[in-house]
T-cell receptor
Framework: NAGVTQTPKFQVLKTGQSMTLQCAQD?????MYWYRQDPGMGLRLIYY???????DKGEVPNGYNVSRLNKREFSLRLESAAPSQTSVYFC????????????FGNGTRLTVT | SQQGEEDPQALSIQEGENATMNCSYK?????LQWYRQNSGRGLVHLIL?????REKHSGRLRVTLDTSKKSSSLLITASRAADTASYFC???????????FGKGTKLTVNP
C-alpha cells in the first residue's frame, strides 16, 4: 500500500498562474483533508471532504477550490496563485470514525514568485 | 483560529533525558492526538487520548490529559537522537470532522 500520494513534490509558479495539486489514497478512507504548513503557523486546514461528493471549508479556504473526484482522489486548485500561497501543502485521509488518526502524504512544496 | 497551542516552541536536550511538551486548547474536545513530523516529511500519528481518559502509554510515550485545565502533555522518556522532530497536538470538537492542529514543538535531541 502506498498510503497517501501527493503530486507534484515541488512546484514554482508565477503570480496569477493556476495549478492543481493532486492527492490519492489507497486505504479506502472516506474523509480527506488539505492543510497548509507555514513557518511558525503550524498546520492550517484549507478544505476537507467527509465523504465522496461532499466538501467543506476549513480555517483558510480563500483562494482555493477543491474537488472530491471519487473516493480515492481529492484535488486542490489554485485558480490565480499569489505569493501568500507559498507554502507546503499536505493531503491527509482517515476512516470515518471520530477517533481515527490522520494519514498524511509527504507534501507539495509550492513557491509563488 | 487554531485550537491547540504547544509549549515550548523549541526544546533541546541530551540523549537519555526525558522530553516534556505541553498542549493547551480552547474549547471542549472529543479526543486529543499527538503527531510527529520529521524534517521534510508528512506527519505521523503517535497516540490518541479520549476526553474521558487521564493518562495513556505507548512504549516510551506517556500522554496525560487534564480537561479541567484544557491541557495535555506528551512525555518522551529516555530520548534518542532519532526522536529529533517536531511534535504537534490536534483536537476534534463535537461531531466535527475537522482536526485542528497546534503550532508544534521542535525537539532536538543531542547525541
Amino acid at each position: 500500500n502506498a498510503g497517501v500520494t501527493q503530486t507534484p513534490k515541488f512546484q514554482v509558479l508565477k503570480t496569477g498562474q493556476s495549478m492543481t495539486l493532486q492527492c490519492a489514497q489507497d486505504m479506502n478512507h472516506n474523509s480527506m483533508y488539505w492543510y497548509r504548513q507555514d513557518p511558525g503557523m503550524g498546520l492550517r486546514l484549507i478544505y476537507y471532504s467527509a465523504s465522496e461528493g461532499t466538501t467543506d471549508k476549513g480555517e483558510v479556504p480563500n483562494g482555493y477550490n477543491v474537488s472530491r473526484l471519487n473516493k480515492r482522489e481529492f484535488s486542490l486548485r489554485l485558480e490565480s496563485a499569489a505569493p501568500s500561497q507559498t507554502s507546503v501543502y499536505f493531503c491527509a485521509s482517515r476512516e470515518e470514525v471520530e477517533s481515527s488518526p490522520l494519514h498524511f502524504g509527504n507534501g507539495t512544496r509550492l513557491t509563488v514568485t | 483560529s487554531q485550537q491547540g497551542e504547544e509549549d515550548p516552541q523549541a526544546l533541546s536536550i541530551q540523549e537519555g533525558e526525558n522530553a516534556t511538551m505541553n498542549c493547551s486548547y480552547k474549547t471542549s474536545i472529543n479526543n486529543l492526538q499527538w503527531y510527529r513530523q520529521n524534517s521534510g516529511r508528512g506527519l505521523v500519528h503517535l497516540i490518541l487520548i479520549r476526553s474521558n481518559e487521564r493518562e495513556k502509554h505507548s512504549g516510551r510515550l506517556r500522554v496525560t490529559l487534564d480537561t479541567s485545565k484544557k491541557s495535555s502533555s506528551l512525555l518522551i522518556t529516555a530520548s534518542r537522537a532519532a526522536d529529533t522532530a517536531s511534535y504537534f497536538c490536534a483536537t476534534t470538537q463535537g461531531g466535527s470532522e475537522k482536526l485542528v492542529f497546534g503550532k508544534g514543538t521542535k525537539l532536538t535531541v543531542n547525541p
